[in-house]
């Protein structure tokens, strides 16, 4: 893993690399709002998406990088996977670029993808907040099928986020190329109950499942 300054388009932010051999695509990965690119989950995830021959990218929205816990606007985050973009593939040039992104991270870039701001080849998203917990009429949603690209929801079957189960599925219906893989009894960090492991293994579990679609996805043959 190496630390790098990623400048573009007047965003200006450190970015980690997980970098593969020869890399068949490269993953930027987003973090949730509640903890930075430094969280074991996301550490687990990006090595083990590194060694599958996919460079991974970590990076931190604006108001991580400026010492505040609370997201701002969306527009921010929006524009910096704009830059997140710009760096990736100026990276790993001549490859596919993935976004994708835990919880928060990956409803942003869903809107980026949805707005033209990315042109991403594929989108994972890690925990998707479908709505607030207790509050499914608040629907984060309209904007899915404006996301032309392949979507891939990793889901908890226990998440509160977003129950009940059947509105992902309809949400996900209403996308142009999209599916989820489910994870039984999974919460929305991806815990189960009576299922003591560290967030690292938890990450990597999560991201590994991602990798056979990925690979069928972007047309390349599995490492």
């Known amino acids: 893993m190496i630390a790098v300054a990623l ?19 490269v993953i930027a ?22 060694d599958a021959g996919f460079t991974t990218v970590r990076f931190d929205f604006p108001y991580r990088h400026a010492g505040r816990r609370m997201p701002g606007p969306a527009a921010h985050a929006v524009e910096t996977w704009a830059a997140v973009e710009t760096f990736c593939r100026g990276a790993a040039p001549g490859v596919p ?40 009429e608040n629907a984060r949603t309209a904007h899915l099928p404006a996301v032309t690209a392949p979507q891939l929801f990793l889901a908890g079957t226990k998440d509160p986020f977003l129950q009940p189960l059947v509105d992902l599925e309809a949400a996900v219906a209403a996308c142009h190329d999209a599916e989820i893989r489910w994870f039984e009894g999974g919460g929305h960090s991806f815990e189960v109950a009576g299922r003591k492991l560290p967030a690292g293994e938890v990450g990597a579990a999560t991201a590994r499942s991602a990798v056979p679609w990925l690979s069928a996805r972007l047309q390349r043959p599995a490492a």
């Not at 400048?7 to 695509?25: C, I, K, N, T, Y």
């Not at 990965?29 to 590194?50: K, T």
């Not at 919880?103 to 080849?121: K, N, P, T």
């Open 97 to 136: 670029f993935v976004a994708a992104g835990k919880s928060y991270g990956g409803r942003m870039a869903s809107m980026a993808a949805a707005e033209g701001r990315i042109v991403a080849d594929a989108l994972v998203y890690l925990g998707y907040p479908l709505h607030p917990p207790g509050r499914p």
């Open 7 to 25: 400048s573009s388009g007047g965003v200006e932010l450190d970015a980690w690399m997980d970098e593969a051999d020869d890399p068949r695509a």
């Open 29 to 50: 990965l987003a973090h949730g709002a509640g903890a930075g690119h430094e969280h074991p989950f996301l550490v687990g995830a990006a090595r083990v998406w590194a």
